[in-house]
């Protein structure tokens, strides 16, 4: 897995990225081909979710996890 940069553009009725050519080159993705794209809103970051050290040490595994989903899938 890669992590790029990537700013959202309008392509008709529709959004869409552009993946940089080295990054295609290198994970070998041709036209057409399907990927799967994990999106992350930028500006948020695990300290927000998370706190500090003392914060996280009071919460279970269970509550952290669904901090992390929380943030990685909702908008």
């Known amino acids: 897995m890669i992590l790029i940069d990537a700013t959202i553009r309008k392509w008709g009725n529709s959004f869409g990225i552009t ?6 080159a290198k ?3 041709k036209e057409k081909q399907r990927v ?3 999106i992350l809103k930028d500006g948020k970051n695990m300290r927000e979710s998370f706190g500090t050290a ?5 919460k279970t595994a269970q509550e952290l996890k669904d ?3 929380k943030e990685l899938y909702d908008e």
């Open 67 to 69: 901090e992390a989903r």
């Open 36 to 38: 799967k794209v994990l």
């Open 27 to 29: 994970e070998h993705i």
């Open 19 to 24: 993946i940089p050519k080295d990054v295609a």
């Open 54 to 58: 003392k914060k996280i040490l009071s």
